[in-house]
């Protein structure tokens, strides 16, 4: 089942079907320990709704109480791509040590207000030159650890600024606008499938400029790992959102412009789409 949040309230979509959900907030559904289950129940007898996708205007994005936290370096691409940008800093190592360590890089990403949905706009930041979008599978965590569901993230990244020192990496990372995530949420008790594919495509002025894929085969970190080192002296009590990782980088000649189309995909989940703004 998937989950939408619109200015008319939460819609679920289920075997092809669109029902209106009474619940008001995210918190509420993850209050429960099996929240496919509760979401179930809640849109058996629901009234009837429109496919939401077909209103990209009335769509929001699905967070409402929810920090945003980050993984990073769990692809090996990713460690590449930031080894290279940190080289000249002298923090290149850092990026390959935290690839093969055991405590997995996780910083804060951003609050509910700093993210925008499908058909919305990202930012990119004035003051860098080098800025890029990082196409992720996002976890929705409940509080206690569990995850219940999954969504398309972007995280928005300025790669100068991060490339520079990276005691920088807040500034490059945490700024308004500076993730999208959407355009819901599959709502699941099943880990996705290690084939699982991620897709991005950036458009400018109607032309490709730049696409690239990986799967979950080649995210190092599993998940559930990633949950538990979030939640060891941490608590959310209305749940969490936690992008893993990218394993899709443009190459270093790349940078977004203003105008631009990010078209981020993942297998079961569906299409994320931004401009850039």
């Known amino acids: 089942m998937k989950l939408y949040r619109t200015s008319n309230g939460f819609c679920a ?13 995210l918190a509420e559904l993850m209050a429960n320990d099996n929240a496919e289950s509760f979401l179930e129940h809640a849109i058996r007898n629901a009234a009837a709704a429109e496919d939401p996708l077909q209103r990209p205007e009335q769509l929001l994005p699905p967070i409402d109480q929810q920090e945003v936290w980050a993984a990073g370096v769990t692809y090996f691409r990713s460690r590449a791509a930031r080894m290279e940008e940190s080289k000249s800093s002298g923090g290149g190592d850092f990026y390959d040590r935290v690839y093969t360590a055991e405590r997995p890089e996780l910083f804060f990403k951003a609050t509910p207000h700093r993210v925008v949905g499908h ?16 196409p992720e ?26 490339g520079e020192n990276p005691l920088y990496l807040p500034q490059a990372k945490v700024y308004n606008r500076s993730c999208a995530l959407g355009p819901g949420i599959l709502i699941s008790n099943d880990a996705l ?22 799967d979950l085969t080649q995210l190092k970190r599993d998940p559930q790992q990633l949950v538990d080192y979030l939640y060891r002296e941490n608590v959310f009590p209305h749940g969490t959102f936690l992008l893993t990782g990218t394993g ?22 569906g299409t994320l789409v931004n401009s850039v703004g």
């Open 13 to 25: 979509e289920h075997n092809g079907q669109h029902f209106v959900c009474a619940f008001s907030s």
């Open 119 to 134: 058909g919305q706009k990202v930012a990119i930041r004035k003051d860098a030159t080098w800025s890029v979008p990082e």
């Open 137 to 162: 599978l996002v976890l929705l965590v409940n509080p206690r650890g569990k995850i219940v569901g999954y969504t398309v993230g972007n995280d928005m990244s300025s790669r100068d600024i991060e």
């Open 193 to 214: 499938p290690a084939t699982t594919k991620i897709q991005l495509e950036i458009k400018r002025a109607g032309e490709v400029a730049f696409s690239g894929a990986t």
């Open 248 to 269: 899709v980088v443009p190459p270093d000649s790349f940078t977004l412009h203003h105008g631009d189309e990010i078209r981020i995909s993942i297998d079961g989940i």
